[in-house]
């Protein structure tokens, strides 16, 4: 992990001031063996920081896909460990680039906390003299055993947008999640708590959530993993289970606002 790339470790967890991404967070997450840690380059798997926009580039101007956040330098403002357990805050403000691809002035901050748990809140301000709305991320791979014999718990009562069939709208599946091919599925409206029930791993997750109104799950199955470079037949190690505010529940700022999405990932 070298590659002029600067990073914070701890001996419970791994953050890279490269798009504040958390690598590592004891055995929870997911980094693909075959990452790019290059200047520039997203990062393939831990937990990306999708802002200011969600997917393709909305306004189809050719901007990179999930926004500018994950692939620009962060500012380390504090880091403290004690007892084993690491914490660390990070800052990332516009500059000349990324006010030539979304003209509004921000500050973005994200904290992460490392122990018996993984906390991360991403937290941003309109510090400029007119609102904005954005849509955000925390693009979480979490590690399994094995896809095909997970279940996802939580969603069951909430409605979804099916990527994989042009955005279609779909009812609430009224049933735990299970993986038999692709999947990439924006759930609308909720704010549940997920569990996830690995057997391979004989082990469960809980992933609880504020200031978010979507979950995004996603995973690529054989065929599309094959065609990542940097993923490859590593698909079956990892499920993406996203705490968002995409679509119909992007953030509006008004000037001087703020607003924070966090998470906690902890086993049960």
């Not at 055995?27 to 926009?53: N, T, Y």
Request: charged residues 30%.
């Amino acid at each position: 992990m070298t590659s002029g790339l600067e990073w914070v470790r701890g001996a419970a967890g791994d953050i890279c001031l490269q798009g504040a991404h958390v690598t590592r967070a004891s055995d929870l997450l997911f980094l693909s063996s075959r990452a790019r840690f290059e200047r520039g380059q997203a990062i393939r798997g831990g937990i990306p920081v999708i802002f200011p926009w969600f997917g393709d580039d909305p306004l189809r101007l050719g901007r990179g896909a999930h926004g500018f956040a994950r692939r620009k330098p962060w500012r380390l403002l504090e880091r403290e460990e004690r007892d084993g357990e690491l914490r660390v805050l990070l800052e990332f403000v516009e500059d000349e680039e990324t006010l030539a691809l979304w003209p509004h002035r921000f500050r973005a901050r994200l904290e992460a906390r490392f122990g018996a748990d993984l906390r991360v809140r991403f937290e941003v301000e309109n510090t400029g003299d007119a609102p904005f709305r954005y849509e955000e991320a925390l693009h979480t791979y979490l590690a399994v055993g094995d896809v095909r014999h997970i279940e996802l718990r939580g969603l069951e009562s909430a409605r979804y947008l099916d990527k994989l069939d042009g955005f279609a709208e779909r009812p609430a599946a009224t049933a735990p999640l299970r993986f038999s091919g692709p999947v990439d599925r924006v759930y609308l409206d909720t704010t549940a708590t997920c569990e996830l029930l690995d057997a391979p791993l004989a082990r469960r997750l809980a992933i609880e959530k504020q200031g978010s109104r979507t979950t995004v799950v996603w995973n690529p199955w054989s065929q599309a993993a094959e065609r990542m470079a940097d993923l490859g037949d590593q698909w079956t190690r990892l499920v993406c289970v996203e705490s968002a505010n995409t679509g119909a529940h992007a953030i509006e700022l008004a000037p001087g606002a703020s607003h924070a999405l966090a998470v906690r990932i902890q086993k049960l």
